[in-house]
């Protein structure tokens, strides 16, 4: 089925009490067993499952296209799982341009645990293979990434990855699988913050992981998932799944409004660089038009005149919100290096967009008396 049917089929559970159409919300934290000890319908304890968060993890996988689901109560928690499953002296690889959480918890947490990492281009496939360590274990790609939105062959470092013995996981946070599917191309496991798109409302946080299939890495990431209890609560397992109804046609109509303001932003007098995949302009445009079905909601716009030019035209903006986060219906706009901190390799002028369900002309209308303030 194609994405469209599969929001609204996976959505679907059998209520065997009032017949609902939409799924009821199960609060309880525990089952009742049958007489002989047994349970019929295969849920103990809700740390373990939990009848909205199997319907989510069911659907997750469904749109990626992978054997199975894990919904965890952030994004980071699900990343922090699966690096949890690696072993101590196990050495990761990640792009030099990604999410600020991901390496701060490489550093931070499993570095000192026993982990090693090293971070390189990852437009660069000779310099991610001369990378590879006899102790590579997985190569961590996200694209398009945050905040430059570089383009990564998904299928070339795959190849690399398990040619080397290597798991290859895909953050597919900001392409959804509505424009990308990562497994299909050779990836593992795809995560997400389903806080962003999937959730698309701004209004629930959590994440997920998706399997390409069973086995070892799978079973013992789902095993600690359950020892460590960081699961997504019943509601917002609820909250995603209707907000999944809506995904592929708000991610489109997202897509489509990302364009002209990429196009209108690149021509701009007081703009340095547009950091958007769309462009043909863009390094990785001919990788994007390969491997995704459109180009993304997002873009990152370089202004000239530096930090304070910056701010000025962030601080001039009306109907963008000045916000952390993306994927929302409403447009966010957000000096990056700033929220990052003072180690931060992103451009102190860089302003990074996620474009919400606004009318495009109104969005480009606010962005250039923002921006003629600097002319």
């Not at 089925?1 to 017949?19: C, F, G, K, S, V």
């Not at 913050?193 to 799978?218: C, M, N, P, Q, W």
């Not at 370089?302 to 409403?330: C, H, N, P, Y």
């Amino acid at each position: 089925m194609h994405p469209e049917t599969l929001a609204i089929y996976q959505n679907r559970m059998a209520d065997a009490n009032a017949w609902a159409v939409v799924p009821p919300i199960s609060l309880s934290t525990t089952f009742e067993r049958e007489a002989d000890g047994s349970f019929p319908h295969g849920h103990i304890y809700s740390r373990a499952s939990n009848p909205n968060r199997d319907l989510l993890e069911t659907a997750l996988a469904q749109l990626e296209g992978g054997f199975a689901g894990l919904a965890f109560s952030s994004g980071q928690a699900a990343t922090m799982t699966l690096l949890l499953a690696l072993r101590p002296g196990d050495h990761v690889i990640l792009g030099d341009d990604a999410y600020h959480g991901t390496p701060a918890l490489l550093e931070e947490l499993f570095h000192p645990w026993g982990l090693t990492y090293t971070r390189v281009d990852f437009t660069d496939l000779e310099a991610i293979r001369s990378s590879i360590h006899e102790n590579t274990s997985l190569i961590w790609i996200e694209t398009p990434s945050n905040p430059l939105l570089k383009i990564a062959d998904i299928q070339a470092i795959a190849d690399l990855a398990h040619q080397a013995g290597a798991w290859c996981a895909c953050d597919n946070t900001w392409a959804t699988p509505i424009l990308q599917r990562p497994l299909d191309l050779g990836c593992d496991v795809v995560m997400h913050s389903t806080t962003k798109y999937i959730g698309g409302h701004s209004d629930v946080l959590s994440g997920a992981l998706i399997f390409r299939e069973d086995g070892d890495f799978y079973q013992r990431v789902r095993r600690y998932q359950t020892l460590g209890g960081a699961v997504a609560a019943p509601f917002d397992c609820w909250m995603l799944l209707r907000g999944i109804k809506t995904l592929p046609t708000r991610v489109k109509a997202q897509s489509a409004t990302a364009l002209q303001l990429a196009q209108f932003l690149h021509q701009h007098p007081a703009v340095e660089a547009v950091h958007y995949p769309g462009l043909e302009s863009h390094p990785g445009h001919a990788i994007a038009q390969k491997q995704m079905t459109r180009f993304g909601a997002m873009l990152s716009v370089q202004i000239k005149g530096g930090s304070d030019a910056a701010m000025t035209v962030a601080g001039r903006v009306q109907l963008f919100t000045r916000a952390t986060s993306l994927g929302g219906i409403e447009s966010l706009i957000e000096h990056r290096a700033s929220v990052e901190g003072p180690n931060t390799s992103t451009p102190q002028n860089l302003l990074r967009i996620s474009v919400g369900l606004e009318h495009a002309d109104d969005l480009i209308a606010d962005l250039e008396q923002a921006l003629n303030a600097l002319t």
